[in-house]
């Protein structure tokens, strides 16, 4: 965008780097910051800052923390026997408010993808691996999401369970609830068909 000031168009730069926003919707939030929300603005600068500069990865989960380990993983009220291996902090604060999980949490911040450079190292395994070592954990719940990464970290997952002797299960993928079959895209239903369970 063509400017007068040097200052707005990096404004607008800057608002890019969030996702979904393009150039309009950063030119967008730019003006309406600069004509009606000046306060507002100065105030999200220094939450930005204040963020960017004192949030950091919890050492045990890999969450975001400002301290060295996350509330969660200091609670004592938390089942430290089950461990939930999560891709990303909001895949983590989905299942806290949807369920009723009162165990621990590993957050890989991505999935297994050679072509984008992200291998077990990358994902922290080789810290999931000294967790399991410890010996507290009995179960390790996979939670990755139902695509070829995250079924490939899955397996991976699953190989290092079983090599810690750690009993692994996997979040169960099909047709959603209140669901109509005519309206489920062809791979979940197929996939639910494969993985249908005997009724009690």
Known sequence: MSSASPLLAELIDALRCLPGVGAKSAQRMAFHLLERERERGLKLAGALEQAMQRIGNCSRCRNFSEDPVCPLCAS????RHVLCVVESPTDLAAVEQATGYRGQYFVLLGRLSPLDGLGPRELGLHLLT??????EVEELIIATSPTVEGEA???YLAQLARAGGVRATRLAHGVPLGGE???VDRGTLAHAFGSR???E
């Open 76 to 79: 004592s009220s938390r089942d």
């Open 130 to 135: 000294e967790r399991l070592a410890e010996g």
């Open 153 to 155: 970290t899955s397996h």
């Open 181 to 183: 079959l005519e309206y």
């Open 197 to 199: 369970q005997a009724l």
